[in-house]
């Protein structure tokens, strides 16, 4: 199975910060990736899909970009409703797609 | 407007059967395959398993394989999910989600608790 691997975990940030969150995978996958944003309590919201394209309605402060293994989220200009909790996502083939484990981004 | 809605989810005890329905709307079902995704509480996403549009191909995550089923009925607009032999680690919220290859619309979940 490809393994996700985020970082950081949890990271601290004020509104206006640029945040950028790190995904690698543990072989190539192309630009078969995506991420996705969860608030406590809700479903996951896509944001970016096949690393770098950007989810029809999603703020174009969200970027993506890498390809092969190693993947970056940036938020250029972080803002209240973006305090969250990211992951990523594999889908080089169709069976198993996996997640990295989740980066938390918390109000500094 | 897509929407995905769960149910069926409850407590059951370990060694136990549920069944989780999916009622799908707002797009042609049979045009997708779809997906069943779970978060465990305090915990990360896992993806479950995998369905073609028209049923001829499954995938499952190897934890569930031999005890969950995948299946849908696009007459219905819907999708489910057998689960059996439950166990205390399937306890999770359970999304069904449209899979473009990732998931573009996700449902509300359903909570199924294992616990005697």
């Known amino acids: 199975d490809i393994q996700m691997t985020q970082s950081p975990s949890t990271l601290s940030a004020s509104v206006g910060d640029r945040v950028t969150i790190t995904c690698r995978a543990s072989?190539?996958?192309?630009?078969?990736l995506a991420w996705y944003q969860q608030k406590p309590g809700k479903a996951p919201k896509l944001l970016i899909y096949?690393?770098?394209s950007l989810e029809s309605g999603v703020p174009s402060r969200f970027s993506g970009s890498g390809s092969g293994t190693e993947f970056t989220l940036t938020i250029s200009s972080l803002q209240p409703d973006d305090f969250a909790t990211y992951y990523c996502?594999?889908?080089?083939?169709?069976?198993?797609?996996?997640f990295g484990q989740g980066t938390k981004v918390e109000i500094k | 407007e897509v929407q995905l809605v769960e149910s069926g989810g409850g407590l059951v005890q370990p060694g136990g059967s549920l069944r989780l329905s999916c009622a799908a709307s707002?797009?042609?079902?049979?045009?997708?395959?779809m997906s069943w995704v779970r978060q465990a509480p305090g915990k990360g996403l896992e993806w479950v398993a995998n369905?073609?549009?028209?049923?001829?191909?499954?995938y499952y995550v190897d934890s569930v394989k031999g005890r969950f089923t995948i299946s849908r009925d696009n007459a219905k607009n819907s999708l489910y999910l057998q689960m059996n032999s439950l166990r205390a680690e399937d306890t999770a919220v359970y999304y069904c989600?449209?899979?473009?290859?990732?998931?573009?619309?996700w449902g509300q979940g359903t909570l199924v608790t294992v616990s005697p």
């Open positions: 096949k690393a770098s």
């Open positions: 996502q594999q889908y080089d083939n169709y069976s198993p797609w996996t």
């Open positions: 989600a449209r899979a473009a290859h990732h998931f573009d619309y």
């Open positions: 072989q190539s996958i192309s630009s078969w």
């Open positions: 369905i073609k549009q028209d049923g001829s191909e499954k």
């Open positions: 707002g797009f042609t079902l049979s045009s997708y395959w």
